[in-house]
């Protein structure tokens, strides 16, 4: 009597399909990357409303004691002195009036910093700022509460 | 003499492209920063729409130091602000409000003013349509 030959069964992963499925993973990273154009650390205030920035706005960074940094949206931000921010604002709003401002100021620093900022933004007629924020929570909330 | 052909293999290597991608995944994994990009905006009044506001006919939120603040000379605390508010707006849904932090007041309390009159919507129904932030420079020149 002959008996059946046992089917062989292969033992390996098949691995055709990684290589497509790498290639998804990076194309999605290409597309949702956003290059930051200001690095500095702050602690951001944080609030309920949270509107999206539009992307290639300008950036006006604060740090808690004061040192301020502006990137015209493209370029990586650098230091200036505060009397210097006009300058900077009336050159992005004569490039692009429509230009938003993001001011990313830490939540600790004194007001007066911030109001000087505003204030060279409304002599350079910009027409809106956003202040970056984090998400408040019920937790962050009672933490600071 | 016998000699023997060699096969040429025409296909193109791809068992280490698996390897090159997942490579490149890691790199824009560690590279990649999720940046804050959400925030509260601010319209900014242009000439032609920012009339002189009267003190005696809006309502002046001052924010101390301490984050403390005074509705109209009067201590009030953040989550009462809107309903001093909502009457005020019922008869007048463009009544002015002025938001003044102290030089010395965390710019976070600032916000936190900000982010409650634009919750208003949500909290009391309507919403505070004229807010305005004057900096120390428009108050020197044009408060009296």
Request: proline share 6%.
């Amino acid at each position: 009597m002959r008996l059946r030959v046992r089917s062989v069964q292969n033992q390996g992963i098949p691995t055709a399909s990684m290589a497509d499925i790498a290639f998804l993973l990076i194309i999605f990273f290409m597309v949702t990357i956003n290059f930051e154009v200001d690095k500095t650390q702050v602690f951001l205030p944080k609030t309920q409303i949270r509107l999206e920035i539009p992307k290639k706005a300008a950036y006006i960074s604060i740090t808690e004691s004061g040192q301020i940094r502006v990137s015209g949206g493209e370029e990586i931000s650098v230091p200036v002195h505060p009397e210097d921010v006009l300058s900077f604002a009336a050159d992005v709003v004569a490039r692009d009036p429509q230009k938003a401002f993001v001011l990313k100021a830490d939540k600790s620093v004194p007001y007066r910093y911030v109001d000087g900022v505003i204030d060279s933004l409304k002599q350079a007629k910009a027409e809106v700022i956003y202040l970056l924020s984090e998400q408040e929570t019920i937790d962050s909330r009672a933490e600071e509460g | 003499m016998k000699f023997k052909r060699g096969t040429v293999n025409d296909e193109i290597p791809t068992a280490s492209m698996a390897d090159i991608a997942f490579l490149l995944i890691i790199y824009f994994m560690v590279t990649t920063t999720f940046a804050a990009t959400r925030g509260i905006d601010f319209s900014l009044p242009q000439e032609e729409d920012s009339p002189l506001v009267d003190k005696e006919e809006s309502v002046l939120i001052e924010i101390q130091p301490g984050g403390g603040l005074l509705v109209d000379n009067k201590p009030l605390l953040l989550e009462n602000v809107l309903e001093y508010l909502k009457p005020k707006l019922e008869r007048n849904p463009m009544k002015p409000v002025i938001i003044r932090a102290n030089e010395m007041t965390e710019y976070g309390y600032m916000v936190s003013v900000f982010d409650e009159l634009r919750q208003a919507p949500d909290k009391i129904g309507m919403e505070v349509k004229n807010v305005s932030i004057p900096t120390q420079r428009e108050i020197n020149m044009f408060w009296y």
